[in-house]
């Protein structure tokens, strides 16, 4: 028992160095938490103290984190989420609300991909609210690590997942196509052998899918490396909706993962059969370790397996962070 009050009290103080942090002020941090300035300051003190080093330094508008202070507080939220998952967990046959679910997507996966597990989730487990976010990997991995999100799919280096506390599972491969609507013009110069002459493409204007730029990167050079021209790029669009929009209206061009093209229709959003040797990118979903056996996450992750057959998926070559 004496341990438990002991950890308690630690997760007491951390949340309180995150308050202090999240505010810049001892002060503005004692009254968000209703506590006195100098019950704040013993927490501090005996943060520091059970670490040997100092977490705050002061400057000319409050205080901030030191180097080492950073880390204390990314542990801690990670720990704090890791707590109110086991707090769900432990209180779950009493009526106490919903929990949290948090998924970080790539643009593979929101359209069409997660939303029809997602659904399958939600009739499983009916007391979790599924939180789906927008992703990009950078910034998606230090929130999956401090606990804002607790799964990423996303195209990932599957090799190495760069962290020894997280679980990072290749799912399947992504086909980066160029896209065009199922009635565009450039379907009439098909040859005899089915494929669209690669110079065919430099006839029409293109599209830049912008949210990752290895799209915009691999338009430009891609093209310029096959047929020593550049494309003619007219439009650039961070939204994969309006970006699937526009191909639906237009005569442009654009190379997309080929999932993200599943669910148009009115006309279809459909690859052109053409051969550019474009790179594939392995694909799947990065956890924190700690999650492993939580219920929601060990379902989402069998139900991936299942749809996608990992074990059976081909290799694939270097990857790509998509």
């Given amino acids: 028992m004496k341990f438990i009050t002991v950890v308690l009290d630690q997760i007491t103080h951390l949340f309180r160095l995150q308050a202090i942090v999240e505010e810049g002020s001892l002060r503005r941090a004692a009254e968000r938490l209703n506590l006195t300035q100098p019950a704040l300051s013993r927490s501090l003190a005996q943060l520091e103290a059970h670490f040997g080093r100092q977490l705050l330094e002061r400057h000319a508008r409050g205080v901030r984190p030191t180097l080492f202070g950073e880390r204390v507080l990314s542990e801690s939220l990670r720990m704090m989420r890791h707590w109110e998952v086991a707090e769900q967990e432990l209180m779950s046959d009493r009526a106490i609300g919903k929990a949290y679910l948090r998924i970080g997507a790539g643009p593979m996966w929101r359209p069409a991909i997660l939303p029809e597990l997602l659904v399958n989730m939600q009739r499983r487990f009916p007391k979790i609210v599924f939180e789906l976010r ?59 052998a089915g494929t669209v002459p690669p110079e065919r493409l430099l006839d029409y204007p293109w599209l830049v899918y912008s949210e990752l730029p290895i799209y915009q990167a691999t338009t430009q050079h891609g093209l310029f ?19 699937l929009s526009i191909l639906q209206r237009s005569d442009c061009l654009c190379l997309l993962p080929d999932a993200a093209v599943l669910a148009t229709s009115c006309p279809r959003v459909v690859p052109v059969p053409v051969n550019l040797n474009y790179r594939h990118t392995r694909t799947g979903v990065i956890y924190r370790d700690e999650l492993s056996d939580w219920a929601p996450v060990r379902e989402l992750v069998a139900l991936c397996k299942e749809r996608f057959h990992p074990e059976n998926s081909p290799e694939a070559g270097q990857s790509d962070r998509q």
């Fill in 134 to 192: 927008n992703s990009r990997y950078a910034a998606s991995l230090t929130d999956l690590l401090e606990g804002r999100l607790d799964m990423l799919f996303t195209g990932m280096t599957i090799d190495d997942p760069q962290d020894f506390r997280l679980v990072a599972l290749p799912l399947t491969r992504v086909i980066n196509n160029v896209m065009a609507r199922e009635d565009h013009p450039i379907f009439a110069t098909l040859d005899a």
């Fill in 225 to 243: 490396e096959r047929l020593g021209r550049e494309p003619d790029i007219r439009l650039s669009c961070e939204s994969l909706n309006s970006t």
